[in-house]
């Protein structure tokens, strides 16, 4: 771990960047904090040196965090990318990078956009090409059974285009993809742990889906300036089929979601509950809301035929408005007011509990789930009582993480600062207790913390190991690599009374969500069964060519270090598709397989198959070669495409 360094007057500069990034973050959003009631804006930020002097102090066992050349990591971490649109896995403690999983985005490495097998999953025009080029993945989730992760799938959401995704956890790759309808912006999302209705079925079966932007329902260019019309709607998307099962329509904007361990519940923090087409009119609000959704009332209203559909789209859609919703005892959703501008929502291992935080208001807001359910059945006046908590913490307080002994751990995005509360002394605090002190613990980060997650933090397992703070800013922190910096993954012990700061691990911009899950959970594949794939070419003696008119069959093998066949004629105009099958049986001996000119490049697994199909527009020779080093030979691993004129 890297100690400041330098003279006193570079030191006092590292300071003052610091408290530049605090003042102008603050003075970007002083509409918002001061319309907070004129609430002090909480303890200010420690100085830069504090976090130097905890990283002194920490530096004789920085070494126990690091992973020896030939040791196995404990923890994985699986990353969304961001704007790059794909998901990463993570290595923890050591921060090292393992595979970059392409979902929405294009990837050369792997052939994902250009084989026709990924293309079927992403979508295409009709002239075959992708539909979309471009992702902004933002949260990832595990399927859950009994209330932890089984290990089957990982969920993620593509905000740009509206549509999810799911991966393969004993293969890491992408097997569907989802468009949703009615749908822009698509923030947060959240797997159920358990079924809603039946108590026997105790794993995912639904995903929830939050839709952020308002938009006009049938959105066909028309009354586009009437914005008080305009919605958001949430949506359930079967875990399976991946097929949208329902959708509701809401009052405000959904910003991230969650769901209740017992399965009766989702939720989501709600920004824009003004329903602004404007910045300063999301603004105005003293308060916004967390909404739950009644998930069993959902479905039988859905069975009992109450809902609309909107459009060409066929999912069935009911109301979920505060007008629509006005009784209790019958309504679908329950909106929960809390801090001004909430941004995230997390419930607690225990099943007790959710946190939002106020973002333009120094408060985390805690609801209880049985209270919430009390609201549903009418035993309360006003969803407020089903507030318990609302501790003041800091200036920006964004996500909320839990150790599974108690305590609650917030990135607060002004400060620069992880704060560490506890759950019961907030409660105490809340109902009069002077003497309770939610605030246990701060620790300083390198900077502006935007997500932040806790070793099985999300599950009925909490471990309370790591803390894992995603940081926006990393001004200092690594070598300069020009006008992008990378963003800081900071790993911090959370095992002891005091938070310790032990690795900065760079990372490509822009991750926002995380999940930190021990590698004994996770049971990968290492080799296909090459029966899995109807189109598998089995023997190199399979290897040949067909054709019916203008359209050319190449079925190939790979086999280090050759290829099926040593060449082969098409004539210029064919379509041509080449299935290709890696008869390697050997772990990690994957083969590339790359055509010059014609924009072809992809993997084969070990007993993979996979297949592309172009034009071969360009006559000529064409040197078709391994792009994946397999061989001492792995130069001379090629085949001929001969294009006649």
């Known amino acids: 771990m890297r100690q400041k360094s330098g003279t006193p007057s570079e030191q006092l500069s590292v300071i003052g960047r610091r408290k530049f990034i605090n003042t102008a973050a603050l003075a970007g959003l002083t509409v918002g904090v001061a319309a907070c009631n004129d609430k002090s804006a909480g303890p200010a930020a420690a100085p830069a040196a504090s976090t130097a002097a905890r990283v002194a102090n920490a530096g004789s066992e920085v070494g126990k965090y690091e992973v020896a050349p030939g040791q196995l990591d404990d923890y994985y971490s699986f990353s969304s990318g961001g704007h790059s649109g794909d998901v990463r896995i993570y290595g923890l403690p050591s921060g090292r990078l393992f595979k970059s999983i392409p979902v929405f985005n294009m990837d050369c490495l792997v052939g994902w956009g250009i084989t026709n097998e990924s293309k079927k999953i992403i979508g295409t025009k009709p002239d075959g090409s992708p539909k979309y080029r471009t992702g902004d993945t933002h949260h990832v989730h595990p399927s859950y059974k009994d209330g932890t992760y089984d290990g089957k799938y990982i969920f993620v959401n593509d905000k740009i285009h509206g549509r999810i995704a799911r991966i393969r956890m004993d293969t890491m790759e992408t097997d569907k993809i989802t468009e949703l309808p009615l749908v822009q912006g698509f923030h947060g999302i959240f797997p159920d742990k358990r079924d809603p ?9 639904r995903v929830f889906c939050g839709g952020e932007f308002s938009i006009p329902l049938v959105n066909d ?33 959904c910003d991230l979601v969650a769901s209740s361990y017992d399965g009766k519940l989702a939720c989501s923090n709600q920004y824009n509950t003004e329903n602004g087409a404007r910045y300063e009119d999301m603004m105005s609000a003293e308060m916004d809301s967390c909404i739950f959704f009644n998930v069993a009332r959902i479905e039988a209203a859905v069975k009992a035929g109450k809902f609309k559909t ?27 007011p809390v801090s001004k501008n909430p941004h995230g929502v997390n419930a607690s291992p225990d099943g007790k509990y959710y946190a939002c935080s106020g973002k333009l208001s120094p408060t985390a807001t ?13 035993e309360l006046k006003d969803a407020r009582e089903a507030v ?31 704060v560490k509360w506890n759950v019961e002394a907030a409660i105490k605090s809340y109902k009069g207790d002077k003497t309770a002190k939610p605030v246990v613990d701060r620790i300083d980060v390198m900077y502006q913390p935007g997500h932040g997650f806790t070793s099985m933090g999300e599950t009925k397992n909490a471990d309370g190991k790591y803390f894992l703070s995603d940081n926006k ?12 910096h990378p963003e800081t993954a900071q790993l911090i012990d959370i095992s002891g009374d005091k938070m310790k700061l032990v690795a900065d691990h760079s990372v490509y911009s822009e991750p926002h ?28 003696k399979e290897c040949r060519v067909e054709r019916k008119g203008k359209k050319v069959t190449v079925y190939l093998t790979s086999q280090a270090p050759t290829f099926g066949l040593r060449e082969w004629t098409v004539k210029r105009g064919d379509e041509v598709t080449i299935i290709l099958t890696n008869l390697d049986k050997v772990e990690d001996l994957t083969h590339g397989f790359a055509i010059p000119k014609y924009d072809i490049n992809f993997i084969v697994n070990p007993q993979e198959t996979k297949s592309v199909t172009f034009i071969a527009d360009k006559p000529g020779v064409y040197w078709c070669y391994c792009t994946n080093f397999c061989h001492a030979l792995h130069l001379e691993m090629r085949s001929r495409m001969l294009v006649e004129a």
């Open 473 to 484: 800013f990393s001004k200092d922190r690594f070598l300069p690599v020009g006008p992008l």
């Open 388 to 418: 318990v908590a609302e501790p003041e913490i800091g200036l920006g307080p964004l996500h909320t993480a839990f150790d599974g002994r108690g305590n609650a751990y917030t990135t607060l995005f002004l400060d620069s600062q992880i």
């Open 366 to 378: 805690l609801i209880e789930h049985a209270l919430v359910l009390k609201w549903f059945d009418g």
């Open 197 to 205: 209705v039946d108590a026997a079925i105790n794993h995912t079966t």
């Open 221 to 253: 260019g028309k009354n586009m300036e009437a914005t008080k019309d305009y919605r958001s709607v949430f949506s359930c998307v079967d875990a399976e089929s991946m097929e949208v099962r329902w959708q509701v329509v809401i009052d405000g904007n």
């Open 310 to 336: 909107y459009g060409s789209s066929k999912v069935p859609v009911v109301d979920g408005s505060k007008a629509g919703n006005a009784d209790p005892k019958t309504a679908l959703t329950c909106y929960v």
């Open 513 to 540: 969500d995380s999940i930190i899950i021990p590698r004994n959970l996770i049971r990968t594949r290492q080799v296909y069964d090459i029966n899995e794939f109807p189109n598998a070419v089995k023997d190199a």
